[in-house]
C-alpha cells in the first residue's frame, strides 16, 4: 500500500477532535500566603534600609568588654547604634570595631565627635561605670560640632570628664610638672567644688606641662585676670612663732591631689576668656607673691665642703628669701693646686624692697660697681645649717663689716666672696685643741699617776691601821674620860642649883656686902660734908 492510501485508512478510522474556547487563569488561594510573607519581608527590609543609619569604624587598643552584635553605642544613655563586628588591625596594633549607627545618629559622623568604651574605672573623679558590672560594657559617644564627616574614630582609652554639652569655661594652666594631678581631679574655690582637670599635655620643649581645666557655670565668672591658681595636693603645714597651722583643702586632695583657685582681694577683674592661660603656683603663699621681676645670676667659690646643699636651697638675706640655689659643681684650680666648690645661686633684687629696686633702677652705675661697692662694706656669701637633724645647708647673704677686704674682678658672670660659716670655725677650733692634746705626754702622765696611786694606797693603809690602833687603845681612855667629865657637870649642877647651902651662903655674903656698901657711902656723904670731923672727930650731937 501506498503512502496516501495509508493515510486515508487512518483518517476514516479516527475522528477528528473538537476545538474549544481557551477558559481565563485564576491562581490558587494556596500561594496568597507565601506572596504575603514575601511583600512583609519586603517592606521590613525597605525600612530597615531606610532607617539605617551610616556605618563607622573606631579603633581601640584592646576589644576587653566588646561583643558583635550585643554591645550598643550610647549617648546619654539613649541607643544610637550596635557593634557589628570587631577585627584586627593589618599591623595588629589595634582592634577595628564597625558600628551600625541610627539614622537619627548621622550627626555623630563629625570629624570631631568622641568614642570611648564604658567600663568600671576607679580615678580621681571617684568610681564611674559601676551599672556596666551587670548590663556589660558600652561604647559612649560625644556628639561632635564639625560641618566635616568621617567614617573612621580613634577611640578614646579614657572617659572624657567633660562632654561638649557641659556648661563652663575651659582654661589652661602651665606648671613646671604635674605633681598628683590627674584627669579628674577636682578644682576648688573656697572649699567648694567648682570643676576638674580635663586633660593635660607635655610641652613641645620638655620644660613644662599645660592642662586643660573645667570650671562649671556659674563659677566661671570667679576667673579673671587677677585670678591665681595653685596646688592643693597634699598637707599644707607652717611652723612660726604661733606653732603649727595644717591647711588642705579636703580629704580628697589628700589622697588623689588637686586644685584651687582665688581672686586676689577677693576681685577677680576683667572676666577671663574661654581658653586663657593662667600660671600654677606649687601653693597659696607663692601664688599670691608680687612679681620677681628679673632675675640675677651669681657664682660662689666655697673653699670647704659643701655636703647637704643642694639644689633648690634658700638664699636668704636676714631671714627674707632672695633665690635658689641653681646648680653646685667641684673644679680644680692649678695656679693654687686646689678644689673649689662652685655654686651658683639665681637672686631676685626685687624682693629687698620697692625702694631699693627703684633705687637700683636709677643709679647711674653698673651693676658691677654696684655690687662691688656692696662688696667693699662687707657683702659675703655664707653656708649655714637649715636643719640640724637632716644636715641640710643653705646659703646666707649679710654684710660683715670686719670681713678683710676683697676686690671682684669685672667677668659675664657676677661672683659674690664667701666666709666660712660658725661651724667650720669651731671645726678648726676643735682640730687645734686637738693638735695641742696630741701633744700632752699622757703616757708619761699615766705612769706618773699611777705611782702617786700606790703611794696614796700605801697612806691609806697607814691610816687604817692608825684608826685601828686608836679604836683599840685611845677608844677606852676616850670613854672613861667622858664618863669623869659627866660626873663633873653632874657635880657642878648640884653646887648650882637653886636650894644648895653654897647657893644660900652666896646670898647672904651678897646681903651683906650690900649693907657694907650702904654704910660706905653714908660714911662718904657725911665727910663730904663734915671733912673737918676726920682731925677733930665727929661732934656730938645737942642734947
Known amino acids: 500500500m501506498s503512502e496516501e492510501e495509508i493515510k486515508q485508512n487512518s483518517t476514516a478510522s479516527f475522528p477528528s477532535p473538537k476545538r474549544e474556547r481557551q477558559r481565563d487563569w485564576l491562581p490558587s488561594l494556596v500561594w496568597l500566603i507565601p506572596i504575603l510573607a514575601a511583600i512583609i519581608g519586603i517592606a521590613l527590609m525597605v525600612k530597615i534600609l531606610v532607617d539605617r543609619g551610616p556605618v ?190 595644717v591647711n588642705t583643702q579636703s580629704l580628697a586632695t589628700v589622697i588623689l591631689g588637686g586644685l584651687a583657685f582665688q581672686s586676689i582681694d577677693d576681685s577677680p577683674g576683667t572676666l577671663s576668656k574661654e581658653g586663657t592661660t593662667f600660671l600654677l603656683a606649687q601653693n597659696q603663699s607663692q601664688a599670691f607673691q608680687e612679681p620677681d621681676g628679673r632675675s640675677l645670676t651669681a657664682v660662689l667659690h666655697f673653699n670647704q665642703s ?58 647711674p652705675y653698673t651693676q658691677q660697681q654696684r655690687i662691688q661697692f656692696m662688696v667693699s662694706r662687707g657683702l659675703r656669701a655664707q653656708l649655714r645649717t637649715g636643719n640640724l637633724l637632716t644636715g641640710q645647708l643653705y646659703i646666707a647673704l649679710d654684710f660683715f663689716p670686719k670681713a678683710p677686704k676683697v676686690t671682684i674682678q669685672e667677668s659675664a658672670q657676677i661672683e659674690l666672696p664667701t666666709l666660712p660659716n660658725g661651724l667650720d670655725e669651731l671645726q678648726t677650733q676643735i682640730s687645734t685643741i686637738a693638735t695641742k692634746l696630741s701633744k700632752v705626754p699622757f703616757e708619761q702622765i699615766g705612769q706618773d699617776l699611777q705611782k702617786s696611786l700606790a703611794t696614796l694606797n700605801k697612806t691609806l693603809n697607814s691610816a687604817e691601821k692608825l684608826a685601828q690602833t686608836l679604836n683599840q687603845d685611845v677608844a677606852p681612855e676616850v670613854a672613861a674620860a667622858m664618863k669623869d667629865v659627866r660626873k663633873t657637870l653632874d657635880n657642878a649642877d648640884r653646887t648650882l642649883s637653886e636650894d644648895a647651902p653654897l647657893q644660900q651662903d652666896l646670898r647672904q655674903t651678897l646681903q651683906e656686902l650690900s649693907r657694907a656698901a650702904a654704910s660706905m657711902k653714908v660714911l662718904t656723904d657725911y665727910l663730904e660734908q663734915h671733912p673737918e670731923s676726920l682731925i677733930r672727930g665727929k661732934a656730938l650731937d645737942n642734947p
Open 306 to 363: 659643701v655636703r647637704g646643699l643642694t639644689p633648690g636651697a634658700t638664699v636668704d638675706f636676714r631671714g627674707v628669701v632672695l633665690g635658689e640655689v641653681k646648680s653646685v659643681g667641684i673644679e680644680y684650680d692649678p695656679k693654687r693646686r686646689e678644689f673649689d666648690m662652685p655654686v651658683v645661686i639665681e637672686i631676685y633684687p626685687a624682693r629687698l624692697g620697692r625702694k631699693f629696686a627703684k633705687d637700683q633702677a636709677q643709679s
Open 56 to 245: 563607622i569604624t573606631i579603633s581601640f587598643r584592646t576589644a576587653e568588654g566588646l561583643e558583635a552584635g550585643k554591645t550598643k553605642v550610647k549617648y546619654k544613655e539613649v541607643d544610637i547604634g550596635e557593634v557589628q563586628t570587631i577585627t584586627l588591625s593589618k599591623d595588629r596594633s589595634q582592634v577595628l570595631v564597625s558600628v551600625q549607627l541610627s539614622k537619627n545618629a548621622e550627626s555623630f559622623t563629625a570629624v570631631d565627635t568622641h568614642f570611648w568604651v564604658v567600663r568600671p574605672r576607679l580615678g580621681a573623679s571617684g568610681i564611674s561605670g559601676l551599672g556596666t558590672l551587670l548590663s556589660g560594657a558600652y561604647i559612649g559617644a560625644d556628639a561632635g560640632t564639625s560641618e566635616d564627616t568621617t567614617k573612621k574614630f580613634t577611640g578614646l582609652e579614657v572617659q572624657p570628664t567633660v562632654t561638649r554639652d557641659a556648661s563652663g569655661k575651659q582654661f589652661k594652666l602651665h606648671a613646671d610638672d604635674l605633681g598628683s594631678l590627674d584627669v579628674g581631679s577636682p578644682i576648688f574655690y573656697r572649699r567648694i567644688k567648682v570643676g576638674q582637670v580635663s586633660a593635660y599635655d607635655l610641652d613641645a620643649d620638655g620644660k613644662g606641662v599645660t592642662l586643660r581645666v573645667f570650671i562649671n557655670t556659674p563659677y566661671d565668672k570667679f576667673v579673671g585676670t587677677n585670678t591665681r591658681f595653685w596646688h592643693a595636693s597634699g598637707l599644707d603645714i607652717q611652723v612660726n612663732s604661733g606653732g603649727f597651722k
